[in-house]
């Protein structure tokens, strides 16, 4: 029987079968191909959404927005302060609320938990757009990416450099474990996923025919890789307290080209953005200023390399949130 993932939640990919996680990345693949022939594909006429969000957000939200509008829908953003949740109306009665007017709704906050208590009481799909432990959409994408590049994620191994405890790194570990895919985190002991989760995605694993490794050396990490990937150091929703203590943890796993140099040839550099890669944002120059450093997680140097895949990811955002949001409500 085929997949049919109609009126399911997307809150992680531990939810989800390899059957499933491959069935959308092909349905991404799909819907890319129908955007850039001028194909309208307007499946969901009628149908509106909502978009939750408490944190900040650039591809995230526009991707839930486009993917909406091109599948004919209706899309409404609330902001951090624009709605009730949270300080007058529970996490329960807004779920309650907007499932009576709705057919689907994302989040973006801070406790997997919010997310889950969202799907238990809306009556109608909710989507994971990031929470504190884990990023699933950008999942859906990143596995699209590597697919582009090189046919399949089986057998090949993606190495996680940095602060490899956070949302992203955790979500990678999982879809790598789920898909077949080598999983390394590489980092100090200090920034590594919880052993709990870390036990859950070898058992996962060993039933796909990969590894999860965990070192804090890089050499070692990055050996063998066809995918070396980053993201910031310090999250949405951590305090900038923690800025100085990341930047000494974190420096000996930076991505610089040496660092690339150590991975396979044909490797690629990829990264969920935004990135601290210069000092052309406030933060970026904040950190210039205060610590002497001009590129955080990535040198400019590989962030703008020919194995560099951070773009081509960002626009696969929008056709892997395009299959989730029609594979759900359809
Ligand atoms: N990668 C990602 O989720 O980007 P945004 O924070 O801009 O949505
Ligand atoms: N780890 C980052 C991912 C941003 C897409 C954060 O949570 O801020």
Not at 93 to 99: E, F, K, M, Q, S
Not at 117 to 129: D, H, Q, S, T
Request: charged letters at 25%; proline letters at 3%; aromatic letters at 8%.
């Amino acid at each position: 029987m085929g997949v049919n993932l109609s009126g399911r939640h997307f809150l992680k990919l531990l939810d989800f079968t390899p059957e499933e996680i491959t069935y959308l990345v092909d349905l991404a693949e799909e819907l890319k191909k129908l955007k850039h022939e001028g194909t309208p594909h307007r499946y969901l006429e009628g149908k509106n959404i909502v978009l939750l969000f408490e944190k900040t957000s650039t591809r995230t939200r526009c991707s839930f927005e486009v993917a909406g509008h091109d599948l004919g829908m209706g899309v409404t953003y609330l902001d951090p302060k624009s709605s009730q949740m949270g300080k007058k109306e529970s996490i329960e009665d807004t779920a309650r609320v907007l499932g009576r007017m709705f057919d689907g709704i994302e989040y973006r906050g801070y406790g997997q938990e919010i997310v889950e208590e969202l799907a238990a009481n809306a009556g109608v799909p909710v989507w994971n757009g990031l929470t504190t432990e884990f990023h699933p959409t950008q999942m859906i994408a990143d596995m699209l990416t590597i697919r582009e590049e090189f046919g399949s994620p089986k057998g090949r191994k993606l190495t996680f450099m940095g602060d490899a405890g956070n949302n992203v790194a955790n979500s990678l570990m999982v879809v790598c474990a789920k898909l077949g895919m080598n999983f390394c985190a590489c980092g100090p002991k200090e920034q590594m996923p919880s052993d709990e989760l870390v036990a859950t995605c070898r058992e996962i694993a060993a039933e796909n025919g990969c590894e999860i490794l965990l070192t804090d050396d890089v050499a070692e990490g990055v050996a063998g890789s066809d995918v070396v990937y980053t993201d910031i150091w310090v999250s949405m929703g951590e305090p900038a307290e923690l800025w100085a203590e990341r930047i000494r943890l974190l420096e000996p796993y930076r991505v610089t080209s040496e660092v690339m140099a150590l991975a396979k040839e044909d490797a690629i550099f990829m990264h969920c953005l935004p990135s601290y890669h210069d000092t052309k944002t406030t933060i970026g120059a904040e950190i210039a200023e205060k610590f002497g450093i001009e590129e955080l997680e990535v040198t400019d140097e590989v962030f703008e390399s020919a194995q560099s895949r951070v773009f081509d990811e960002a626009e696969n955002r929008m056709h892997s949130i395009k299959a989730v949001i029609y594979a759900t409500l359809k």
